[in-house]
């Protein structure tokens, strides 16, 4: 499957197509359920197995046991991969993010680009040829040199193995070619400008430890321990439904981290993340309730952050799935084809409620598709185009598209009843509070709506077996993963193949507008500009509407960890950053102690770059990041 190094690549698959006349196709051959292969591990299924882990992993045979400093989080998310060519869950990614530093990373306080492996870059020859100056006496968690060869490998081999391109081929898919003339320097050549080059916070992989694997599409990375690493954290251990564990890595070149282990616990319900947190079993639970967040409030020994967060919450419906030859497939209501109807839904939507009752003043309304924290990039519809809270002319809209009422009914021209399906996930209770709301708003105006909440929303979305859907992602600082999903070429290759699609979304508008923004390399206003110009026309599609941007809510204990770093500084989140700086730079409390005489001290901060873990609120598809993924996120 893979040429040689010289030859040219093909295309890379997932959501971003290069910026020229005929993009990329992302997601080329790739199965619907990537479960049949790396998909199928879950990370952290509810099980006692995780605190036992975490105290036998501080058995060492020293006699001081005691004065080991874990740091356990609770988190509730499932992982496809610990492989960085395949993960694209948001939990799977930020444990990726902890092992492989990228060339790129974020600035904790202002978010912007700062250097990472790679000291310095500077693009020439009209942005299409960028050289990377590598940061000098990096090493490997085994001790061996990390070079410029290591990033040539990565990049070269996701260009040209479809497996290895799974989770971010599309960054690559604009590059020509990639060398490395010296051990510190790295040259990519593109076909065209890439304003992304910027921001290159893919993970790098040691070449001589993945150059042996036989098959990347069916490595997921989770079986030989030590796993040799560039990041803070090495990973030491794993047990599917159960735990995973990592070390400080001695070797990484911004310092080791303080704690000496970092133990990932799940806990499917919330109730009891929080009930381990209050004893002091675990450190650190994210993605709180209202609720839960007001009960922990002024408990001793625990702080509740309240950041702003990086995601929107947003209402999706099906336009007609179909593949990238425009062949059609799934079974979404036809009805939502009518932009009447579309627009209809939305204004019987009130976002103010959605916000005070649902989270309770946790978040701010909806408006655009990148959220404020992203100054730059964030967009707000005009008085005229925006679409508000109004019933009555959403009733209108509903006559006029031909669905009149009929004995409290909404029934169409065929005399069938207006009856809608919404995917919903079972473990959010956002989604779950916010559906009766829609029950009562659509009900009013006759539609009908079956609340589908499920564990797993990902094999009826690919499918397009579905009327309307919860949707949400984590943005990154750089936004392009987030618009790349929403391009033509993110369409799934055929009906059997997943794509990098969010929601089936197809405008040449839009495309035509990513191009622009990806080529704007050298000018970051003019790019912000048009970034802001894309969501103007994918609000205007009507396919989805933002119904509101949560806060990270978060808590942990004070007696566990002394200070934490958010980001960004002021009003940020401790979890899922663009980075990995809360897990690298945390702080034990000088007077933790393991009051239950079996559960591991300590917190679980931050995420990895470009990606975002979010527990139980975040949409998991076999093909989708999250957060991030962040993410990528």
Same mark, same amino acid.
């Given at each position: 499957?893979?040429?040689?190094?010289?030859?040219?690549?093909?295309?890379?698959?997932?959501?971003?197509?290069?910026?020229?006349?005929?993009?990329?196709?992302?997601?080329?051959?790739?199965?619907?359920?990537? /479960?049949?292969?790396?998909?199928?591990?879950?990370?952290?299924?509810?099980?006692?197995?995780?605190?036992?882990?975490?105290?036998?992993?501080?058995?060492?045979?020293?006699?001081?046991?005691?004065?080991?400093?874990?740091?356990?989080?609770?988190?509730?998310?499932?992982?496809?991969?610990?492989?960085?060519?395949?993960?694209? #869950?948001?939990?799977?990614?930020?444990?990726?993010?902890?092992?492989?530093?990228?060339?790129?990373?974020?600035?904790?306080?202002?978010?912007?680009?700062?250097?990472?492996?790679?000291?310095?870059?500077?693009?020439?020859?009209?942005?299409? #040829?960028?050289?990377?100056?590598?940061?000098?006496?990096?090493?490997?968690?085994?001790?061996?040199?990390? #070079?410029?060869?290591?990033?040539?490998?990565?990049?070269?081999?996701?260009?040209?193995?479809?497996?290895?391109?799974?989770?971010?081929?599309?960054?690559?898919?604009?590059?020509?070619? &990639?060398?490395?003339?010296?051990?510190?320097?790295?040259? &990519?050549?593109?076909?065209?400008?890439?304003?992304?080059?910027?921001?290159?916070?893919?993970?790098? &992989?040691?070449?001589?430890?993945?150059?042996?694997?036989?098959?990347?599409?069916?490595?997921?990375?989770?079986?030989?321990?030590?796993?040799?690493?560039?990041?803070?954290?090495?990973?030491?251990?794993?047990?599917?439904?159960?735990? &995973?564990?990592?070390?400080?890595?001695?070797?990484?070149?911004?310092?080791?981290?303080?704690?000496?282990?970092?133990?990932?616990?799940?806990?499917?319900?919330?109730?009891? $993340?929080?009930?381990?947190?209050?004893?002091?079993?675990?450190?650190?639970?994210?993605?709180?309730?209202?609720?839960?967040?007001?009960?922990?409030?002024?408990?001793?020994?625990?702080?509740?952050?309240?950041?702003?967060?990086?995601?929107?919450?947003?209402?999706?419906?099906?336009?007609?799935?179909?593949?990238?030859?425009?062949?059609?497939?799934?079974?979404?209501?036809?009805?939502?084809?009518?932009?009447?109807?579309?627009?209809?839904?939305?204004? $019987?939507?009130?976002?103010?409620?959605?916000?005070?009752?649902?989270?309770?003043?946790?978040?701010?309304?909806?408006?655009?598709?990148?959220?404020?924290?992203?100054?730059?990039?964030?967009?707000?519809?005009?008085?005229?185009?925006?679409?508000?809270?109004?019933?009555?002319?959403?009733?209108?809209?509903?006559?006029?598209?031909?669905?009149?009422?009929?004995?409290?009914?909404?029934?169409?021209?065929?005399?069938?009843?207006?009856?809608?399906?919404?995917?919903?996930?079972?473990?959010?209770?956002?989604?779950?509070?916010?559906?009766?709301?829609?029950?009562?708003?659509?009900?009013?105006?006759?539609?009908?709506?079956?609340?589908?909440?499920?564990?797993?929303?990902?094999?009826?979305?690919?499918?397009?077996?579905?009327? !309307?859907?919860?949707?949400?992602?984590?943005?990154?600082?750089?936004?392009?993963?987030?618009?790349?999903?929403?391009?033509? $070429? $993110?369409?799934?290759?055929?009906?059997?193949?997943?794509?990098?699609?969010?929601?089936?979304?197809?405008?040449?508008?839009?495309?035509?507008?990513?191009?622009?923004?990806?080529?704007?390399?050298?000018?970051?206003?003019?790019?912000?500009?048009?970034?802001?110009?894309?969501?103007?026309?994918?609000?205007?599609?009507?396919?989805?509407?933002?119904?509101?941007?949560?806060?990270?809510?978060?808590?942990?204990?004070?007696?566990?960890?002394?200070?934490?770093?958010?980001?960004?500084? /002021?009003?940020?989140?401790?979890?899922?950053?663009?980075?990995?700086?809360?897990?690298?730079?945390?702080?034990?409390?000088?007077?933790?102690?393991?009051?239950?005489? /079996?559960?591991?001290?300590?917190?679980? !901060?931050? /995420?990895?770059?470009?990606?975002?873990?979010?527990?139980?609120?975040?949409?998991?598809?076999?093909?989708?990041?999250?957060?991030?993924?962040?993410?990528?996120?």
């Amino acid at each position: 499957m893979q040429p040689t190094d010289e030859n040219a690549p093909t295309p890379g698959p997932l959501h971003r197509p290069q910026p020229a006349a005929r993009p990329a196709r992302p997601g080329r051959r790739l199965r619907r359920v990537l /479960g049949a292969g790396a998909a199928a591990l879950a990370l952290i299924a509810a099980t006692a197995a995780g605190p036992a882990a975490a105290k036998s992993a501080q058995d060492d045979g020293d006699g001081d046991d005691g004065d080991k400093a874990v740091l356990t989080a609770a988190v509730a998310q499932s992982v496809d991969s610990l492989s960085p060519f395949l993960a694209v #869950t948001l939990v799977a990614t930020s444990l990726n993010r902890l092992m492989y530093d990228s060339l790129v990373n974020y600035d904790v306080k202002t978010q912007e680009p700062i250097p990472g492996l790679a000291e310095k870059w500077e693009p020439s020859n009209a942005g299409k #040829t960028w050289t990377y100056t590598m940061r000098d006496g990096v090493k490997w968690s085994d001790g061996k040199p990390l #070079t410029a060869e290591d990033a040539r490998w990565t990049f070269h081999t996701m260009m040209t193995d479809e497996a290895a391109g799974a989770a971010n081929g599309s960054y690559v898919a604009n590059f020509a070619k &990639v060398s490395a003339p010296d051990a510190r320097t790295l040259v &990519v050549e593109l076909k065209e400008p890439q304003a992304t080059m910027n921001s290159m916070d893919l993970p790098i &992989v040691p070449k001589h430890v993945w150059q042996d694997v036989e098959d990347l599409g069916k490595f997921n990375n989770d079986s030989d321990f030590p796993v040799v690493s560039s990041g803070p954290y090495i990973l030491t251990g794993f047990k599917t439904d159960s735990y &995973v564990t990592f070390e400080p890595n001695p070797n990484f070149w911004r310092g080791k981290p303080k704690f000496d282990e970092l133990t990932f616990k799940y806990y499917k319900e919330t109730d009891a $993340a929080v009930a381990a947190l209050r004893k002091g079993e675990v450190s650190f639970v994210p993605d709180l309730t209202p609720a839960h967040a007001a009960s922990l409030e002024g408990q001793a020994d625990i702080k509740v952050n309240d950041g702003q967060g990086r995601r929107f919450w947003a209402i999706a419906t099906n336009p007609g799935a179909r593949d990238v030859k425009g062949r059609k497939f799934g079974d979404g209501h036809p009805a939502l084809l009518d932009p009447r109807v579309r627009e209809a839904l939305f204004l $019987a939507v009130d976002r103010e409620v959605i916000v005070d009752k649902v989270l309770q003043g946790h978040g701010v309304e909806g408006e655009g598709y990148i959220p404020p924290r992203f100054g730059d990039y964030h967009w707000k519809p005009s008085a005229e185009q925006k679409i508000g809270h109004d019933p009555a002319k959403a009733a209108r809209l509903l006559d006029q598209a031909g669905y009149r009422l009929k004995d409290g009914k909404r029934v169409g021209k065929d005399g069938k009843p207006l009856d809608l399906r919404m995917l919903c996930h079972s473990t959010d209770a956002r989604d779950k509070a916010a559906g009766k709301f829609l029950e009562e708003w659509w009900g009013a105006l006759g539609i009908g709506l079956d609340l589908q909440c499920l564990d797993n929303v990902g094999d009826p979305w690919v499918a397009g077996e579905y009327d !309307l859907a919860f949707d949400g992602w984590s943005v990154n600082p750089d936004p392009d993963f987030v618009l790349a999903i929403h391009t033509c $070429a $993110a369409l799934p290759e055929s009906e059997d193949v997943v794509g990098q699609t969010d929601n089936f979304i197809c405008n040449k508008d839009y495309d035509r507008l990513y191009a622009e923004q990806l080529a704007a390399y050298d000018d970051p206003e003019k790019r912000a500009e048009i970034v802001r110009e894309m969501q103007s026309v994918l609000y205007d599609t009507g396919y989805m509407n933002v119904l509101a941007y949560p806060n990270s809510v978060e808590a942990y204990r004070t007696d566990h960890i002394e200070s934490i770093t958010a980001m960004p500084a /002021g009003n940020g989140n401790i979890w899922g950053q663009d980075g990995s700086w809360s897990w690298a730079t945390a702080v034990p409390a000088a007077e933790a102690s393991d009051d239950d005489g /079996g559960s591991a001290m300590g917190v679980v !901060l931050g /995420g990895g770059a470009a990606v975002a873990v979010v527990v139980a609120a975040g949409v998991v598809f076999t093909m989708r990041r999250r957060a991030t993924a962040e993410d990528r996120e």
